[in-house]
């Protein structure tokens, strides 16, 4: 049995850097590279308060692995992994049906969710595919670079287009 006075067993490391003081649990911003970019996100870390080194505790180094990835698709215009996984579910689909829909293999899809960055091309087609805005957008781009007019359907029982706005791509 533990009396009150023993010092308890420490759960966080001596620092690395400084070797002088123990890591203490924080909030902090912290960088992480992706695709060659540096991203900034704040995070719950270890510092060191002598010397302020940083880290990320091992069992933590997938979340943050993925908040780096999703800063950085906010960055470029990109869906975030959780966007992408909303789109999916509204469309009450699962990986599988949502890759088929798609035209990918469905090891995309769980990459894409788990933090793997998708390309501008697939983001385009995703909103395309997920986002009825986006698509009226793509049909009026189209159109227009066929020079036929954004107006009535000449397809009987098809509804009439309308013209449109811009539609932001997030």
């Given at each position: ?5 023993e010092?308890?067993k420490r759960?966080?490391?001596?620092c ?6 123990y890591?203490q649990?924080?909030t ?7 695709h060659?970019?540096?991203v ?5 870390a270890?510092?060191c308060p002598?010397?302020g080194?940083?880290?990320i505790p091992t069992?933590?180094?997938?979340e943050f692995?993925l ?7 906010e960055?470029h ?6 966007q992408m996984?909303d789109r999916?579910r509204?469309?009450r689909m ?6 088929r829909y ?5 090891s995309?899809?769980k990459r ?19 986002d009825?805005?986006?698509a ?5 781009e189209?159109l227009?670079r066929?020079?036929k007019p954004?107006?009535?359907s000449?397809?009987?029982g098809?509804p009439?287009?309308?013209t449109?706005?811009p539609?932001?791509?997030i």
């Amino acid at each position: 049995m533990k009396l009150a006075s023993e010092p308890s067993k420490r759960k966080t490391p001596k620092c690395p850097e400084c070797d002088k003081r123990y890591l203490q649990p924080a909030t902090t911003a912290l960088t992480g590279t992706t695709h060659g970019e540096s991203v900034s996100i704040v995070s719950d870390a270890l510092v060191c308060p002598n010397c302020g080194f940083k880290t990320i505790p091992t069992s933590r180094m997938g979340e943050f692995a993925l908040r780096v990835a999703d800063a950085y698709r906010e960055k470029h215009g990109l869906l975030t992994s959780g966007q992408m996984k909303d789109r999916r579910r509204k469309l009450r689909m699962s990986q599988q049906q949502f890759a088929r829909y798609l035209g990918v293999g469905s090891s995309s899809v769980k990459r894409w969710e788990l933090g793997w960055i998708q390309d501008k091309a697939m983001n385009d087609l995703i909103l395309v595919r997920t986002d009825p805005r986006a698509a009226e957008a793509n049909l009026a781009e189209v159109l227009a670079r066929l020079g036929k007019p954004v107006g009535r359907s000449k397809t009987p029982g098809a509804p009439a287009s309308r013209t449109l706005a811009p539609v932001s791509m997030i």
